[in-house]
């Protein structure tokens, strides 16, 4: 048995929100700039200029890329023969309140859904455990901007739903969003299982690559046909038209019941940001 201290996980969890926050994903700032590369529309061409120079200077000079640092989903996978000395979800809030006074940082959080108090440490965080073998932690930070969150959807399908059914169930959200989600988009998309589960797939799909594929070849082939038909759609980089709306459909699947079909569509902006670290 590993003995791992909360206060280093605390500290790695610091890391890891101020790199998600200054430092843009090299899958998706690849993938800006690949976009960038094929579009022909002038101002859509700017826009992605924009975006890559963007984050380009957040980079350098320690500055957050967007304006909304979001409300930060972890996601927490414990090795089974890790064993950790004191609490573990103080530790990884207070590395998230020490990251967001640190790095001066916008505190999006309220205390309260209705009473709407701002708790000034953008805490506590949504955190998602999972047990896996080995001595080790592996811990995803992702600030999640609440721009794209708040056009995210989830529907209970009747098992008899068809494939063309779903797809047009998630292409109509996206449209819906059009400028609002702040595209060119990342889509996790999270289908089976029961609500809550297909929630938490859709999110959790939004740490995969971009430009990777889901290895059960009809399900990667759902994430090509969503993928091709949104670039189809004309809306394009901040809603001022253009080639590319979405820049990757990421699906993770899990088993559901008999009478069941759940789909939920978790929408990320051009910003997409997590920072992984591994303890």
């Known amino acids: 048995m590993r003995r791992i201290k909360a206060k280093e996980i605390e500290n790695k969890v610091c890391e890891a929100a101020l790199k998600a926050n200054f430092e843009l994903r090299k899958d998706v700032l690849r993938s800006l700039g690949i976009a960038r590369n094929k579009e022909t529309v002038p101002i859509a061409g700017k826009m992605l200029d924009i975006l890559i120079e963007n984050a380009k200077i957040a980079k350098k000079e320690k500055l957050a890329i967007c304006q909304d640092t979001g409300m930060v989903v972890v996601f927490c996978r414990i090795g089974s023969k890790a064993q950790i000395i004191g609490d573990i979800n103080e530790a990884i809030n207070n590395g998230i309140k020490t990251a967001y006074k640190r790095g001066f940082l916008r505190k999006s959080v309220v205390r309260d859904p209705l009473k709407r108090t701002n708790a000034n440490t953008n805490t506590p965080c949504v955190i998602h455990y999972d047990i ?45 969003a059009g400028s609002s989600a702040c595209p060119p988009v990342v889509l996790g998309i999270g289908i089976g299982g029961t609500l809550d589960k297909a929630a938490s ?33 004309g809306i394009g980089p901040m809603g001022l038209g253009g080639k590319t709306t979405c820049l990757a459909v990421n699906i993770l699947e899990y088993p559901t ?19 992984e670290v591994i303890i």
């Open 132 to 176: 896996i073998s080995g001595n080790k932690i592996k811990i995803a930070v992702m600030p999640k901007g609440f721009g794209s969150e708040n056009s995210g959807a989830v529907k209970l399908f009747n098992p008899t739903a068809t494939e063309a059914q779903i797809k047009e169930f998630i292409i109509s959200k996206v449209k819906e």
């Open 201 to 233: 797939l859709a999110k959790e799909a939004l740490l995969r690559q971009i430009g990777s594929r889901n290895p059960k070849k009809h399900i990667a082939l759902l994430e090509k046909e969503i993928l091709y038909a949104l670039n189809k759609t």
């Open 257 to 275: 019941h008999i009478a069941g079909l759940p789909v939920c569509v978790n929408i990320s902006c051009h910003a997409l940001r997590s920072a």
